[in-house]
């Protein structure tokens, strides 16, 4: 199944999707991301997670963490950071999308998602945002990055504890972009750079054997799951 065939029947009945739908009634794409969240919460390699979990959390630290995420859409993965325990402590955690449509209906997600929650969210002036969760206070920028200009950004600099692309590196190109990502890095940094399979798996040029392949391909992954 095509993971675009999933976004319209995810919508119904989900408070969040729901309110994103009022609030982005013109603009499909900001909703769909919302729609696929479930979808990317599967189709997440957890080993992988886990690993990063037990690495971020072993850091020798006082300082509050410092978290960039590049084309973050409307901040699902942020949400996700939070409900599956990764971020804990004080943080700073940078926001970005070459969309400012994304970034306006972030806002408005992660408001909808924080009063879900019970978490205070507070805004104290378009694009910079308080989460307090408990004793810990993050502080959240949302920003307008093209992840290919990501140098251009003077605030930026090499001292990011953890940067983040979810599904997105894919659409770039490799060899300009990772040495400008990994140079934003602090010592002991960390990168959670994700490419999320939608359930397909197509060689081009096609060949005889092709099914056999994928058949193998796909059930070594059922068997990671298990």
Known sequence: MKLQGLAPMMMSNHPIKNSLHDIESSVFYPRYLAAKKSVDDRSLNRHVWRKLLQLFQDRKTDSPSQILELGAGIGTMFTRMIDWGLLKGSASYTITDNDPRHLETAQ?????????????????????????????????????????????KTYLSSSYDLII?????????FSTVLPALFSL?????????????NGETHFLPGCDVDQEIIKSYHDSMEKRLK
């Open 185 to 197: 890095l602090s010592k002991d940094g960390l990168a959670y750079l994700t490419c999320n399979f």
């Open 108 to 152: 408005d997600y992660l408001s909808l998602w924080a009063k879900k929650n019970n978490h205070s969210l507070t805004w104290s002036e378009k694009f910079h945002g308080q989460l307090l969760l408990e004793d810990d206070e993050i502080h959240l920028l949302l920003d307008i990055v093209d992840i290919e200009r990501i140098t251009s």
């Open 165 to 173: 692309a979810h599904a997105l590196l894919d659409l770039v190109d």
